[in-house]
DNA sequence: ACGATTTACGACAATCGTAACGATC
DNA sequence: GATCGTTACGATTGTCGTAAATCGT
């Protein structure tokens, strides 16, 4: 009648995999009979069906096991927190930091600072996950990735620390007509097929809001995670695109012209998002620090520590 | 190389007991011996020394171990809390609840509500554990009790709701010539020698402040923890007592006068105190309701997650 | 019939407690 | 010399993996 972190960590893993015991077996490097017993042994112990089953199928959570299970997954992330702290004590400079990040992020403002922080920390292996700002921060929140930089996050069960601010670009062709307008309208721009980021992307919703109350309905004919991608189409002529400034580079992209937007839509905001009250590696605090300066161990812990987002004047990235 | 749950106990134990390896054995009824492994065990499986030893006697925590012991402790209390989730599951009118509070709340605030609790939760043996606010919420923090409710406590480490605000007043022998002024000044009152609540009790600070900030300094002769043993000796005629304003009950306290001093000393406040984050049972909540029944569950779980104590006016007690 | 979970059993590993040891005050 | 922490050893308990059984689709 234990009850052990291997149970607890059970449980995490059959649900995040799904509710197959199987998958998560093969995840836990155990045999399914294992962790048919563990489940058992866990119910026993608490006394409490955590489980829905159909015979010899998991079919959920009862409402009870979802209670357990938020509990029992605090507890499994602080003991892999104590392991990573432990790591740190150990050796500052040695280990793993796994980055969650956007395209846009990954491929135009993260390199500096990556070149930079693997300049000093030589020892710990730098790991880079693509997904959207959702997957980002849930990758986060499952204790997947150490930390996430990204964009239009709001999920509750994740830490944002706002570090930068960003502005909007209209990219078009040469002697696109646009070009002539010393400041583009919304009706001059939504006058084109326009080319942008995806759902979910930094600040498409913010753009959306933006054409919608100024009555306008803009011709989307492509929308993409990437900016790369946008930014071919640009070229090839398909429309003009809306992203983010930083993409834009005057000498790598020749093929292409640029037009400041930030009168057009509200900047976005890029945050680094943390998983609430976990411990934040010495060398995650230093990547943390590489990529915006502004944020110290003090910014960081009062972060975690659930104070609210404050910080009167980000800078522009 | 197990890091298991027995293990992260044993070292807060070991900690709570003032580093004394065979008290913190007998604690948790285990063998000396077994602790002694358990604390190799764990600073092996972490690679960190956690205690300064000289040879065979424990120093204290290294640096390095007081911030994997706070993490532990992190773990340990939320694996209690499971279990308490579990039998709350099982049956949420069985348990226990263990209520920190101060005399005065214990002997004058609290008997109606426990009257009223116990009588709907025939089921939950009650547990009154008297002391300071200071140990109250000392109680609190190291999960010794479930909540207290106590003014004046003020440590980082829990959170307190207010529910109550508490007046003063100062209660005399029959025929005491303070009786014969309308509204006694503070001047009035600092001219007799004063019984009342220690150090650290509820709105101490804030009276000897108001002397203080009036260019006076009472004769205090003696002070107590408890109002009862404050009244008897303003009985015996050797002073004059500042007491919370329930401690006075016209029926009860025939042989003394009350005079009301809300006018001389700020209200006190009144608060229910929890441990961050932990889980509180059904019938703790019920508790609380009965005795605050503006607390709510939403009330509570917020303070849980750290939002500010606001509410904006707070009943008279 | 196949895929999935659950039960049964033998082997291994971990932990505990008692007893003996070493060191310190 | 008494106390406290550490080491040594035998016994108990628990957990794992393989193999067989059960159930549903």
Known sequence: MPLNLPHLKALCTIVDQGLHLSQAADALH????ALT????????????????????????????????ERLARRIVHDSGDLTRLAEDLRDETQGELVVATTHTQARYTLPQAIRRFMAQHPGVALGLRQGTPAQCCEMVAR??????????????????????????????PPRHPLLKVATPTLADVAAYPLITYAEGFSGR?????????????????????????????????????????????TKRDRGLRCVGAQHLFPSSVLNVVLRPHSYVRGFARAFIRAFAPGLGDVEIDQALAGAPPARAVLPEL
């Open 205 to 249: 919703t913010a753009m959306d809001e933006a054409f919608r109350s100024a009555g306008l309905a803009p011709r989307v004919i492509l929308s993409a995670i990437d900016a790369d991608v946008s930014k071919t189409y640009v070229e090839m002529g398909l429309g003009i695109a809306i992203l983010a400034s930083v993409t834009f580079d």
């Open 37 to 68: 017993r563990q489940i058992q042994q866990l119910e026993a112990e608490l006394g409490v069906t955590l489980f829905e089953r159909s015979r010899n199928r998991l079919l959920g959570l009862t409402p009870q096991g979802v209670l357990v």
């Open 143 to 172: 204790g997947e990735a150490d930390i996430a930089i990204c964009a239009e996050g709001g999920r509750e069960d994740v830490v944002q620390v706002p570090c930068f601010r960003m502005q909007r670009i209209v990219v078009t």
């Open 30 to 33: 155990r045999s399914q009979p």
